[in-house]
Each structure stands twice: as structure tokens, then as C-alpha cells.
């Protein structure tokens, strides 16, 4: 009854714990409680009631007073999820995504009531990297792998309008020391998609992003400049008027809401590239990690000068395209000479002469045992019949007897004793 669906009771629980009494939840108690709210999860198999569940769950977080109760609230959430995963099917897969999700969120919005504070970031960031990304954390690859996919997306939806450039440099720093030192390749190209080409990718958006922001800051200081010399006219209702239709400049176009990507996170290349390089720069970095680093330094300062990579890919892919066409025409090539040289082909062409074991030839020669009858089978080669009902082979017969008459009547026969003609008297 405890961990019902509405999960009211229990975030009732929470908030008593955490108000009242000087510690509030315990490690072990919090990790029983997660565990209840795992299985209530596991249970739940409708999508819209799975949604609110985990919605529900989530904002729990907000119910502790204190940031030392959420980042425990928070600690053993991910313990549970690592201690779980493994048993979790692929039906259920997707929901405790969503849950993995949505818990994010929720820490970062509490980051954000909290105005952003520097310690704070910090801590939440140490306590991630320790149960997530860290070698003894004992996380599964797919948490890891899932945590590192939404990690941008969701700061980019709760703080993308509030955070500067220095701040979402912190909020990556932790990456760029596990991308340098890890022994996992599957981490390191995990932290380099999600994270580094993510930031690449969205560059063009974040620069277009600036700079309507920069334009709207110079037309509110030319409008208030505007306002102090000259008197605007009341914008008139009336439907014939052009005033009533003219558009406010602050509204936005209709159409851009279909092609957005979303808010975009804003960052100093130049930086993030300083960064990087100086912890893949390091003595102990392997090999590996330092190659795949210095690949991302580079589009990285393409940035900072200027350079996007757009270009490239498109000339990249056209090429691709273009070896794509040359296999294709070289398979035809190989598979037509191929084909002119079976040894069933004459001259290129196929030999239209039947084959004696073929179907249809013995079908032919049923058909001419039942017209004949029963009897013995010739030994000789048969004609075919011609036209329906085997008439021709009948009149090939016929043709036959007759020419065996006509060469026996052309033989010499024994000539019969004449009578000698009576002389009449």
C-alpha cells in the first residue's frame, strides 16, 4: 500500500523524514526506500501512468530541505540503478531510461532554485562522476552510456537561457579528466560523442542563437533611444487599417518553432579546447585517449577561428557517394561478363536448345505413351506433336505408310504367267 501508484504516501514520508528528526533518512533506509520505488516502477505498464510515476518520483528531490539530503536522495538512486540494471528486460528498458531521465532533471532544476552556486555544481558533479563514470563504481555500460547521452540535453533544457560560457566549462570539466585517464574505450568514445562532437555539432546553432540575442539587445536600445525623440502611434483595431497589422518585432515567426533544435548551450571553444589539451598533454594519458582527444582539440579551435566543419562532412560524403557509384557499376561489369561466360550461353546469348531432363520434355513423353497405349516404348528418337491433340504426328504417320507403299510398289515383283492372246478363228 506504501508504494502505490500516486506514490502520495510516500512523498508525504520523505518530507516528515527530512523535516523532522536532526538526520532525517539514513544511507541503508533510503536505499530500501529506492528499492520500493523500483519495483513500483517495474509494475506499471501503462505509458501515460508510467510517465506520471516517474515524474512523481523524480520531483521527490525537492521534498528534502537540504542539499546534504538530495545528493544522498540522489547517491542512492543511482546505487540502486546500478545494483538493478542487470535484471531489467527489454520491455521494461525504456521507462527506467525515461526514470533515469527524468531524476536528472530534477537535480539540475534544484541546482538551479539554488541560483547556480559554484560549491554546489561541484559536489553534484563529484557525486555523479563517483557512482556513474568512475572505474569502481560498479555501473553497468548502459547507465553509463545513458547518462553521458542525455547529460547535455537535459542542462541544456534547465539552464540553457540562465548558464554563461564559464559555467557550462565547469559542468564539463569532470569529462574532459575521465575522457583523458580512462582505461575504458567504450567510456572514452561515449564522453567523446555525447559530450565534445555534441558541443561541435551545435556549435552553428549556438553562434546563430548569440547573435539574435545581440541583435535584440541593439533594437531595445534603439527603440528606447526612439521613444525619448518621437511619439509612437497608437496602433489603430480597425480591419482596414495597415497600423493594426503591422508586426510586433518581439514576436517570433511562425515557422520557427518546426525547425529548432531546441535551446543550446553556450561555450568558449577556445577554452574547452586550453582544457582538454592540457589533460591530454599529460605524461600518464595513454595513448589512445590522447589521439582521440587531440582529433576533438582540433575542430575545436577550427571553431574558435572561425571554421565550421559543415563543409567538410558535405565534401566527405559526396565522395563517399561518388565511390558508392563506382562499386555499383563495377559489380554490373563483373556480373555481366560473368554471365557471357557460362557454358550455357552461346555467344552471349542463351542456348534455346531443351534440355532432354527437363520437366516439360518428360511431360511430352507421358502425353505420347497415353496416346499410343499400353506397349513397349521406341527406342528411336519421336517426333513432337505439332498443333493440339497430336494431329501431326498422326498425319507424320500416315505420310510414312504411304511413302512405304510407294517404294514397294516401285520394287520388281515376280512377273505372273500371261496367257498368249487367242487368235480368233
Known amino acids: 500500500r506504501l508504494f502505490a501508484p500516486g506514490t502520495q504516501q510516500l512523498g508525504l514520508l520523505c518530507l516528515s523524514g527530512a523535516v523532522f528528526g536532526t538526520g532525517g533518512f539514513t544511507h541503508d533506509e533510503l536505499l530500501k526506500v529506492w528499492k520500493g520505488l523500483f519495483y513500483c516502477m517495474w509494475m506499471q505498464d501503462k505509458p501515460l501512468l508510467q510517465e506520471e510515476l516517474g515524474r512523481t518520483i523524480s520531483q521527490l528531490i525537492h521534498a528534502f530541505q537540504t542539499t546534504e539530503a538530495q545528493h544522498l536522495f540522489l547517491q542512492t538512486f543511482w546505487q540502486t540503478m ?6 531489467i528486460d527489454r520491455l521494461r528498458l525504456d521507462k527506467f531510461y525515461m526514470l533515469m531521465r527524468m531524476v536528472l532533471n530534477e537535480s539540475l532544476k534544484a541546482l538551479k532554485t539554488q541560483g547556480w552556486e559554484e560549491r554546489q555544481i561541484e559536489q553534484l558533479l563529484e557525486l555523479l562522476t563517483t557512482e556513474i563514470l568512475h572505474p569502481d563504481s560498479q555501473a553497468p555500460s548502459g547507465v553509463k552510456s545513458h547518462f553521458l547521452e542525455i547529460f547535455l540535453e537535459e542542462l541544456s533544457k534547465v539552464g540553457a537561457a540562465e548558464l554563461t560560457a564559464e559555467q557550462n566549462l565547469k559542468f564539463i570539466e569532470p569529462f574532459c579528466t575521465i575522457a583523458a585517464w580512462t582505461p575504458d574505450s567504450l567510456v572514452l568514445h561515449n564522453i567523446t560523442r555525447g559530450i565534445f562532437e555534441a558541443i561541435v555539432e551545435q556549435a552553428p546553432f549556438a553562434i546563430e542563437d548569440l547573435m539574435n540575442e545581440l541583435d535584440a539587445q541593439e533594437e531595445d536600445e534603439d527603440g528606447k533611444s526612439e521613444d525619448g525623440d518621437l511619439e509612437w502611434d497608437v496602433p489603430s483595431k480597425e480591419s482596414g487599417s ?14 520557427d518553432g518546426e525547425d529548432s533544435v531546441g535551446p543550446v548551450l553556450q561555450f568558449d571553444y577556445e577554452a574547452v579546447a586550453s582544457r582538454l589539451f592540457a589533460v591530454a ?24 577561428e572561425g571554421l565550421f566543419p559543415e563543409d567538410d562532412v558535405l565534401e566527405k560524403a559526396y565522395r563517399k557517394l561518388q565511390e558508392d557509384g563506382q562499386e555499383r557499376r563495377t559489380k554490373k561489369r563483373l556480373l555481366k561478363s560473368r554471365s557471357q561466360n557460362q557454358p550455357g550461353r552461346i555467344g552471349g546469348k542463351e542456348d534455346s536448345r531443351p534440355d532432354p531432363s527437363s520437366g516439360s520434355e518428360r511431360r511430352i513423353r507421358r502425353r505420347q505413351r497415353r496416346r499410343r497405349g499400353p506397349g513397349p516404348e521406341p527406342t528411336g528418337p519421336q517426333e513432337q506433336p505439332r498443333g493440339p491433340g497430336g494431329r501431326g504426328a498422326r498425319k507424320k504417320r500416315r505420310q510414312l505408310r504411304a511413302g512405304a507403299r510407294v517404294k514397294v510398289a516401285g520394287c520388281q515383283e515376280p512377273q505372273s504367267k500371261q496367257r498368249p492372246p487367242q487368235r480368233r478363228k
Open 82 to 87: 546500478n545494483r538493478e540494471w542487470t535484471g
Open 242 to 255: 495597415l497600423r493594426g497589422a503591422a508586426p510586433n518585432r518581439h514576436e517570433e515567426p511562425p515557422g
Open 281 to 304: 598533454s599529460q605524461q600518464g594519458t595513454p595513448s589512445q585517449n590522447r589521439k582521440r582527444l587531440y582529433k576533438v582539440i582540433q575542430k575545436l579551435q577550427d571553431l574558435a
